[in-house]
C-alpha cells in the first residue's frame, strides 16, 4: 500500500511590480490579488489520501515548521518570480525535502535549476500522471514532460480549500489555454499552441459555484490568454450559461484577456458585459504601424485602435493596456506617440514595458540567429530592463522610457486620463456591492490621497466632478485613485533604477 506523502505546494513572491498592486492592496486589507490556480489545479491532480497544503508567500512567509511537515514540496512559477523560487529551492535543499517544479519558469529554464530533484513540466494534466506513477513505483525521474495539448473538459475544480480567501482582491478560473494570433514576443502559442481548448460551460459554472457557495461575492479573473479566442463557443454555450448563472448572484464581476478585434464584435461585447464582464486587458503594444508588422500583430494593424478602446468603454468595459517600446522599427517619436495615445484612449490602467523576447517564441529565435540575445527575460518588462540588443541606442531607449513613466503616472496626467475615461465609460448596471473592504478603501484613499497625498488636488477635482456629473462611477474614480497610488509607486522605483 502506497504510504501518502505529505505535500506542501509553495508559490513564490512576486517582486513590486506593475501587476502586483501590492500598494493598492493595502487600502483594502488584501496581501495579493488572486491565490495561485495552476497550484489548487495541481492540488486537486494529485492522490485524494495525500495531506496537502499551499504557502503562497504573497500572502503568508514559509516557515521551518512547513518545511518539517513536508515529504515533498512542489514549486510553480512564472519568470517574474525567479528570485524568490531560488530562495525558496535553496531552503528545501537545506531542509532536506524533496523538490518537484513546474510552471513556465521552469519550463523554459529548467537547466538553470540543478538543485530540483523532478521536473513536471508543460501542462501537469499530461505530465504530472507519470511523475507519480513512477514515484509510486519509486523509480521517478528528472524531467517530465509532454509535447501534446491537454483536453480542458478532464481537468479538476481547483482545490479552492486550500486559500484564505479573504486575503485575496480577486478569485480565478480558467476556461481556454491557447490563442489563435502569432505575435512573434509572446509565448503563449509556444506553451498552449494556436489552437483555443476549452473546458465544459458545465465545469465553469460547477467552479463558480462551489466559490459563491464559499461565500465569494467579488471579482473573478478569467486568466484566459485570450478569452475570446472562440467566439462561436462564447456566444452560442458559456456566455448564455453565464448570464443565466448571474440573475440570483450579488456581487460578483468579472475581468479577463482579450484581443483588440472584441471591439468588431458588438453582439460578443454585449453579451459579456450583460454575463458580468467588467474589465478587459488587451495587448495594444504600440500605434506605431511597422513596429505591429514587424512584430506580428496583425489583429491590431490598420485600425482606429483609440476608437476601438472607446466602443468597448461605451459598451460597459473599462480597458487596460500593454503597451511596448523598443521595437527595431520604433522611431524616436514612439514615446510621445505612446504617451499620446493612452492619455487620447483613457486607457488608465496602461503598463509600458521594454521588449522582452520569452524562451520559445519567434523573437527569441531570431534573436539567437543574430546575436543579440542578452540571456533570459526578467519576466518584468516595465523595470527597464530588456534582454535584447536594441536597435535603438540603449541610452536613447532607457532617457525616452524614464520620459515616458513620468508623463503617464505623474499625478497631473494620470488624473486627466482618468477624466477621459469617466467621460466614456458607460457603465452596465452595476451588480457589484460596496463590501466592507471597499468601505475601507473609501476612507483610506480620503486620508492618503485626499489629505496627505501630493495628488490631493487632482483627487478632489476628479471626485467632485463624478459626484456632480456621473455618481454612479464614484466607485470606479475612487479604485482608479488608488490604483494611480500603486502605479506612482512602482514607476518611481523603476525610473530610480533606470538612472
Given at each position: 500500500?502506497?504510504?501518502?506523502?505529505?505535500?506542501?505546494?509553495?508559490?513564490?513572491?512576486?517582486?513590486?511590480?506593475?501587476?502586483?498592486?501590492?500598494?493598492?492592496?493595502?487600502?483594502?486589507?488584501?496581501?495579493?490579488?488572486?491565490?495561485?490556480?495552476?497550484?489548487?489545479?495541481?492540488?486537486?491532480?494529485?492522490?485524494?489520501?495525500?495531506?496537502?497544503?499551499?504557502?503562497?508567500?504573497?500572502?503568508?512567509?514559509?516557515?521551518?515548521?512547513?518545511?518539517?511537515?513536508?515529504?515533498?514540496?512542489?514549486?510553480?512559477?512564472?519568470?517574474?518570480?525567479?528570485?524568490?523560487?531560488?530562495?525558496?529551492?535553496?531552503?528545501?535543499?537545506?531542509?532536506g525535502v524533496r523538490i518537484v517544479a513546474g510552471g513556465p519558469l521552469f519550463t523554459g529554464e529548467h537547466g538553470q535549476f540543478p538543485q530540483v530533484d523532478h521536473f513536471v513540466l508543460n501542462e501537469a494534466e499530461l505530465?504530472?500522471?507519470?511523475?507519480?506513477?513512477?514515484?509510486?513505483?519509486?523509480?521517478?525521474?528528472?524531467?517530465?514532460?509532454?509535447?501534446?495539448?491537454?483536453?480542458?473538459?478532464?481537468?479538476?475544480?481547483?482545490?479552492?480549500?486550500?486559500?484564505?480567501?479573504?486575503?485575496?482582491?480577486?478569485?480565478?478560473?480558467?476556461?481556454?489555454?491557447?490563442?489563435?494570433?502569432q505575435c512573434d514576443f509572446c509565448n503563449v502559442t509556444a506553451l498552449f499552441g494556436r489552437k483555443t481548448r476549452t473546458k465544459l460551460a458545465t465545469q465553469i459554472i460547477a467552479e463558480l459555484d462551489s466559490l459563491y457557495?464559499?461565500?465569494?461575492?467579488?471579482?473573478?479573473?478569467?486568466?484566459?490568454?485570450?478569452?475570446?479566442?472562440?467566439?462561436?463557443?462564447?456566444?452560442?454555450?458559456?456566455?448564455?450559461?453565464?448570464?443565466?448563472?448571474?440573475?440570483?448572484?450579488?456581487?460578483?464581476?468579472?475581468?479577463?484577456?482579450?484581443?483588440?478585434?472584441?471591439?468588431?464584435?458588438?453582439?460578443?461585447?454585449?453579451?459579456?458585459?450583460?454575463?458580468?464582464?467588467?474589465?478587459?486587458?488587451?495587448?495594444?503594444?504600440?500605434?506605431?504601424?511597422?513596429?505591429?508588422?514587424?512584430?506580428?500583430?496583425?489583429?491590431?494593424?490598420?485600425?482606429?485602435?483609440?476608437?476601438?478602446?472607446?466602443?468597448?468603454?461605451?459598451?460597459?468595459l473599462q480597458v487596460q493596456g500593454g503597451f511596448i517600446v523598443g521595437f527595431d522599427s520604433d522611431p524616436l517619436s514612439i514615446f510621445q506617440k505612446q504617451i499620446d495615445f493612452i492619455q487620447n484612449s483613457g486607457i488608465?490602467?496602461?503598463?509600458?514595458?521594454?521588449?522582452?523576447?520569452?524562451?520559445?517564441?519567434?523573437?527569441?529565435?531570431?534573436?539567437?540567429?543574430?546575436?543579440?540575445?542578452?540571456?533570459?527575460?526578467?519576466?518584468?518588462?516595465?523595470?527597464?530592463?530588456?534582454?535584447?540588443?536594441?536597435?535603438?541606442?540603449?541610452?536613447?531607449?532607457?532617457?525616452?522610457?524614464?520620459?515616458?513613466?513620468?508623463?503617464?503616472?505623474?499625478?497631473?496626467?494620470?488624473?486627466?486620463?482618468?477624466?477621459?475615461?469617466?467621460?466614456?465609460?458607460?457603465?452596465?448596471?452595476?451588480?457589484?456591492?460596496?463590501?466592507?473592504?471597499?468601505?475601507?478603501?473609501?476612507?483610506?484613499?480620503?486620508?492618503?490621497?485626499?489629505?496627505?497625498?501630493?495628488?490631493?488636488?487632482?483627487?478632489?477635482?476628479?471626485?467632485?466632478?463624478?459626484?456632480?456629473?456621473?455618481?454612479?462611477?464614484?466607485?470606479?474614480?475612487?479604485?482608479?485613485?488608488?490604483?494611480?497610488?500603486?502605479?506612482?509607486?512602482?514607476?518611481?522605483?523603476?525610473?530610480?533604477?533606470?538612472?
Amino acid at each position: 500500500m502506497e504510504v501518502p506523502m505529505h505535500t506542501l505546494l509553495i508559490y513564490p513572491e512576486f517582486p513590486d511590480t506593475f501587476w502586483s498592486f501590492k500598494h493598492a492592496l493595502k487600502f483594502a486589507r488584501k496581501r495579493a490579488s488572486s491565490p495561485p490556480l495552476g497550484l489548487l489545479t495541481v492540488a486537486a491532480l494529485l492522490p485524494a489520501e495525500w495531506p496537502v497544503r499551499l504557502i503562497d508567500l504573497n500572502v503568508a512567509p514559509l516557515t521551518d515548521a512547513d518545511l518539517a511537515w513536508a515529504d515533498m514540496v512542489f514549486i510553480g512559477a512564472m519568470n517574474v518570480q525567479r528570485q524568490s523560487a531560488h530562495q525558496i529551492i535553496e531552503r528545501c535543499r537545506a531542509a532536506g525535502v524533496r523538490i518537484v517544479a513546474g510552471g513556465p519558469l521552469f519550463t523554459g529554464e529548467h537547466g538553470q535549476f540543478p538543485q530540483v530533484d523532478h521536473f513536471v513540466l508543460n501542462e501537469a494534466e499530461l505530465s504530472l500522471p507519470p511523475f507519480l506513477t513512477d514515484l509510486a513505483a519509486g523509480c521517478a525521474g528528472p524531467i517530465y514532460r509532454s509535447d501534446q495539448f491537454a483536453d480542458l473538459t478532464a481537468t479538476p475544480v481547483p482545490r479552492w480549500e486550500l486559500v484564505e480567501r479573504r486575503r485575496y482582491a480577486a478569485m480565478s478560473v480558467q476556461f481556454s489555454r491557447g490563442c489563435p494570433w502569432q505575435c512573434d514576443f509572446c509565448n503563449v502559442t509556444a506553451l498552449f499552441g494556436r489552437k483555443t481548448r476549452t473546458k465544459l460551460a458545465t465545469q465553469i459554472i460547477a467552479e463558480l459555484d462551489s466559490l459563491y457557495a464559499a461565500g465569494w461575492r467579488s471579482s473573478i479573473f478569467f486568466v484566459d490568454d485570450n478569452f475570446i479566442g472562440n467566439k462561436q463557443l462564447l456566444k452560442n454555450e458559456l456566455l448564455p450559461r453565464l448570464i443565466d448563472w448571474q440573475r440570483d448572484k450579488k456581487g460578483i464581476t468579472f475581468y479577463t484577456e482579450v484581443s483588440i478585434d472584441l471591439a468588431d464584435d458588438a453582439e460578443l461585447t454585449a453579451m459579456m458585459v450583460e454575463a458580468g464582464f467588467s474589465q478587459v486587458f488587451i495587448g495594444i503594444e504600440t500605434p506605431n504601424e511597422a513596429s505591429l508588422g514587424e512584430s506580428c500583430k496583425r489583429q491590431n494593424q490598420q485600425r482606429d485602435l483609440v476608437a476601438d478602446v472607446k466602443r468597448l468603454q461605451h459598451a460597459g468595459l473599462q480597458v487596460q493596456g500593454g503597451f511596448i517600446v523598443g521595437f527595431d522599427s520604433d522611431p524616436l517619436s514612439i514615446f510621445q506617440k505612446q504617451i499620446d495615445f493612452i492619455q487620447n484612449s483613457g486607457i488608465v490602467t496602461a503598463m509600458v514595458g521594454l521588449l522582452q523576447a520569452p524562451h520559445g517564441t519567434r523573437l527569441y529565435e531570431r534573436l539567437k540567429r543574430e546575436g543579440r540575445l542578452l540571456g533570459e527575460m526578467s519576466g518584468d518588462n516595465a523595470n527597464g530592463l530588456t534582454n535584447i540588443v536594441t536597435r535603438m541606442n540603449l541610452e536613447t531607449l532607457l532617457e525616452g522610457y524614464r520620459f515616458l513613466l513620468e508623463r503617464l503616472y505623474s499625478p497631473g496626467p494620470y488624473y486627466r486620463r482618468v477624466m477621459t475615461f469617466l467621460r466614456e465609460y458607460r457603465p452596465p448596471k452595476i451588480r457589484a456591492g460596496l463590501d466592507f473592504d471597499y468601505k475601507i478603501a473609501f476612507f483610506q484613499s480620503i486620508y492618503r490621497l485626499g489629505i496627505l497625498g501630493r495628488e490631493r488636488v487632482h483627487f478632489w477635482k476628479v471626485l467632485l466632478w463624478t459626484a456632480l456629473h456621473r455618481p454612479r462611477l464614484i466607485p470606479a474614480a475612487i479604485t482608479l485613485a488608488i490604483y494611480g497610488y500603486h502605479f506612482r509607486k512602482v514607476s518611481e522605483l523603476d525610473r530610480q533604477e533606470l538612472k
